[in-house]
């Protein structure tokens, strides 16, 4: 403290500091926050599973599982979602869309603009099924349903590819890119192939981890954490975020099993932890 009342006016201070040569500018324009990660049913720390990747301009959606449209208000409100994609009708990635349905056509001031929902063939039709809603066009006024096929289309900003995953009803992986970004999303699946194709040079891949070693896993449903790593490790994806964290599961576990065939930055996903794009790292 005394340095500083010797050096005077607040200029001094600054006098003080090297001077540096200008860097390149560098802009984050993709954040990925993980609203909900837990796999299968919601546990004490998260919601089921759901991610909401915002461009600055462009809000996706990706999953809204049991729990997540309150979580999901902690970082925006639900009226300035721009789509929405679902990858399976499974309860644990897809329920809350019925509670969204309300949100949509009950609010005081009226309907809120439909909201485009790519997702499962016979999407609109199921999710009114879950809500309780036969015959009523009532989700078809909250949403635009479109039905995914594996490929590539463009939503808003992002160019968003898909692909079938291994896992038993129709189930969508995702890979997004925006501005030379990368995110993967496994969604569920066992082990595929078509994960590794997907996910190919990913800056990111958020990959499930559902089960731990162990004799009788169910074949074809979920990857166990070496998998997921596995799985990375021949995608050679920038860095792994392990999710679909069912809660039974013991976190250390399912990060050192995972670390045993991934040699790269690894993690476990958590509820409100933000994943930036590499251009503001
Ligand atoms: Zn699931
Ligand atoms: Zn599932």
């Known amino acids: 403290m005394s340095a500083i009342i010797r050096v005077g006016p607040v200029f001094g201070l600054f006098s003080a500091l090297p001077l540096r040569t200008p860097g390149p500018i560098t802009w984050v324009t993709v954040l990925t926050t993980i609203v909900g990660c837990a796999g299968s049913f919601p546990g004490p720390e998260s919601c089921a599973s759901c991610y909401l990747?915002?461009?600055?301009?462009f809000r996706l959606l990706l999953d809204v599982g049991n729990g997540?449209?309150?979580a999901l208000q902690r970082y925006v409100s639900l009226e300035?979602?721009?789509?929405i994609c679902l990858s399976h009708l499974h309860a644990d990635h897809c329920i809350d869309m019925c509670c969204y349905c309300v949100a949509q056509t009950m609010?005081?001031?009226g309907p809120r603009s439909k909201i485009p929902v790519y997702g499962p063939a016979r999407s609109a039709?199921?999710?009114s099924l879950a809500m309780g809603l036969e015959p009523s066009t009532r989700m078809t006024d909250a949403f635009d349903f479109a039905d995914l096929t594996p490929g590539t289309l463009e939503i808003g900003p992002l160019r968003v590819t898909t692909a079938y995953m291994n896992h038993p009803v129709e189930t969508f992986g995702f890979r997004i890119e925006h501005d030379g970004q990368v995110l993967a999303y496994s969604a569920d699946t066992g082990p595929t192939p078509e994960l590794v194709r997907l996910a190919a040079g990913a800056d990111v891949l958020l990959c499930e981890a559902s089960f731990l070693d162990g004799p009788d896993l169910v074949p074809d449903l979920h990857l166990t954490a070496r998998q997921a790593g596995e799985h990375a490790a021949r995608a050679g994806v920038g860095q792994l975020v392990l999710t679909h964290l069912v809660p039974w599961n013991d976190p250390a576990q399912t990060l050192e099993q995972a670390s045993a065939t991934f040699d790269g930055p690894l993690t476990l996903a958590g509820s409100g932890r933000q994943l930036l794009g590499p251009s503001g790292r």
């Open 125 to 127: 039709e199921r999710l």
């Open 68 to 70: 997540a449209l309150g």
């Open 107 to 109: 609010h005081p001031d």
């Open 80 to 83: 300035r979602i721009d789509a």
């Open 53 to 57: 990747i915002d461009t600055g301009g």
